[in-house]
């Protein structure tokens, strides 16, 4: 069974700061690895996904992510945060394996919150 | 195109009531899911489908129940509701490819109060 950890359940930064969210993952095989983006009373959003291919993946509104299999780590940046960069973050994991369903596993999510 | 919709957007039920949440999605998706989103711990997944009349359970599927009479609509059932239901209901679907991962796309969630 796969399973996400995100770690901080609120982060907190400067307007024009790094964001940084952190997530790991376990999984009994290589897995693929999402980011989404939830803002206040909407659905989630993707943001980017990792599918073995380019191991630092990039996305929407300037964010990136690296695939570090050594660390299990799958951690989301971007370099400078804008105020419409405030939403919940949600790392999620599924299994390439056609009877997984295309299921995926998320992680508990990380609220942040951009200070002018 | 609307994507994936939800019905109802907000409801409140008295314990032991029952009621249907409705999704519907209009990109042809073979795949289709539900989940609940609760505080601090993510979304989970509640039931799911891999086509037209068929349906499998996820990680929480106790005290639910859904069907897929229709490729485009997925039915989520709580029988009698309790208030651990309490909760924000998402939907999403995603096509299928045998050799990649596809995106899966959310509704905007049902908020489900059970008192």
């Known amino acids: 069974a796969q399973s996400v950890t995100q770690l901080g359940s609120h982060v907190s930064v400067s307007e024009g700061a790094l964001v940084l969210l952190r997530c790991n993952y376990s999984s009994s095989v290589p897995p693929y690895l999402f980011w ?3 803002y ?4 989630l959003q993707l943001l980017l996904k990792y599918t073995s291919a380019a191991t630092l993946v990039k996305g ?7 695939f570090k299999k050594s660390e299990t780590s799958f951690h989301l ?5 804008h105020m419409s960069d405030a939403a919940e973050y949600f790392c999620a994991v599924s299994l390439p394996i056609k009877a997984a369903g295309n299921k995926l ?4 999510g990380t609220r942040v919150l951009v200070k002018p | 195109n609307a994507g994936v919709t939800q019905t109802p957007k907000f409801r409140v039920l008295k314990t032991g009531q029952s009621m249907t949440l409705l999704c519907a999605q209009d990109m042809n998706h073979e795949y ?3 989940y609940r989103q609760d505080p601090g711990m993510g979304l989970r997944l509640i039931h799911y489908s891999v086509g037209e009349g068929t349906t499998a ?24 509701a309790a208030p651990s239901q309490t909760s924000v209901y998402f939907c999403a679907s995603s096509t299928f490819a045998p050799d990649r991962q596809e ?3 959310f509704g905007p969630g049902t908020r489900l109060l059970v008192l």
């Open chain 2, 103 to 105: 995106t899966q796309y």
């Open chain 1, 40 to 43: 206040p009373n909407q659905g």
């Open chain 1, 105 to 108: 596993t998320f992680g508990g």
């Open chain 2, 32 to 34: 289709m899911y539900w």
């Open chain 1, 36 to 38: 989404y983006v939830q």
């Open chain 1, 77 to 81: 940046t971007k370099p400078s945060a």
């Open chain 1, 60 to 66: 929407i509104n300037g964010f990136e992510a690296e």
């Open chain 2, 57 to 80: 359970k996820g990680e929480v599927p106790d005290g639910y129940n859904v069907s897929r009479l229709k490729k485009q609509n997925f039915l989520l059932g709580l029988e009698s």
